[in-house]
């Protein structure tokens, strides 16, 4: 027999596992703190900082300078409407000119602190990294204020053959003081070798980082692939160091493909919060200024 008791505990309990659904949602989308849906334009969406792409340029005649310009060059690198994992897509089908790197400021867009913070970082990617990808190294996204090895979070493809996908969290380091090298085990690096995406599927790579910052060896950084939690560091002092007028989010370094639904928060998001993502590739259009 159907009782009134019954149908109030189903009621209660389905009721409750919606809402915890729904709750789910609304704790990813509000720690969000930048997100570029790339349906329109090379842009964001929303942040707190700039949301206006630019180029960053060596500079002609000083070395180890640069020069930041205004845009980026619609020849190599695009949108692409109804092509995304969710809405359009950045197409990048050749490096930007002059050695030019696509960048979006740090500065209100990334929620960095001098003394701790965590944060992450997911995009989707649509590629084939032995067929398409012609640079030596290629890096998706790099977020630095210096260089890749010096105070910088980043996932790349390497010269392997198959290319394997590394997430690298490298900490600042004084002025003259060699970084730890790649192939050190210490190395802060997670490593998914064997790399056999293929050009016309889409793949989430989503990073995670906990306690960076904080000088203490607590720091967390974790690279999950599809959903799945690939590897972790652990219990490293690692530090970021920035100036954050300096420090900027570069995306499509030697990269060839689609990109889309790019996206950086402001904690480490949970196992749960990925494959929610991971799930629902357009969960963040709400976000989206009307």
């Given at each position: 027999?159907?009782?009134?008791?019954r149908s109030i505990a189903v009621y209660l309990a389905t009721g409750l596992l919606v809402s915890s659904g729904l709750a789910d949602d609304a704790a990813v989308r509000k720690s969000v703190t930048f997100y570029a849906s790339f349906d329109e334009a090379i842009s964001g969406d929303f942040g707190g900082g700039d949301l206006n792409a630019g180029t960053r340029v060596p500079h002609p005649t000083e070395k180890g300078r640069f020069v930041f310009e205004k845009g980026v060059d619609s020849a190599a690198m695009k949108i692409v409407r109804g092509k995304g994992v969710a809405g359009g897509a950045l197409e990048a089908s050749a490096s930007l000119p002059k050695n030019g790197w696509l960048y979006f400021p740090v500065k209100g867009n990334l929620a960095y602190k001098q003394d701790g913070w965590s944060g992450s970082v997911s995009v989707w990617c649509n590629t084939d990294p032995t067929r398409l990808i012609t640079a030596k190294f290629c890096d998706p996204v790099q977020i630095t204020a210096k260089s890749y090895d010096n105070g910088a979070l980043w996932f790349d493809f390497n010269d392997?053959?198959?290319?394997?996908?590394?997430f690298g969290a490298f900490t600042a380091r004084p002025d003259g003081q060699k970084a730890v090298p790649e192939s050190d085990p210490k190395a802060?690096?997670?490593?998914f070798p064997g790399v056999d995406w293929k050009a016309g599927e889409w793949h989430h790579v989503v990073l995670t980082f906990k306690n960076l910052d904080t000088g203490k060896s607590d720091a967390v950084t974790a690279l999950h692939i599809d959903g799945k939690l690939i590897g972790e560091v652990k219990d490293q002092p690692i530090a970021m160091g920035w100036d954050v007028e300096k420090a900027n989010v570069f995306l499509s370094l030697g990269y060839i493909g689609l990109l889309d639904e790019f996206a950086m928060f402001d904690r480490a998001l949970t196992a749960e919060d990925?494959?929610?993502?991971?799930?629902?590739?357009?969960l963040l259009t709400g976000l989206k200024k009307k």
């Open positions: 027999m159907y009782s009134f008791s392997a053959k198959p290319r394997a996908l590394r802060p690096l997670i490593r990925v494959a929610l993502l991971h799930k629902t590739p357009g």
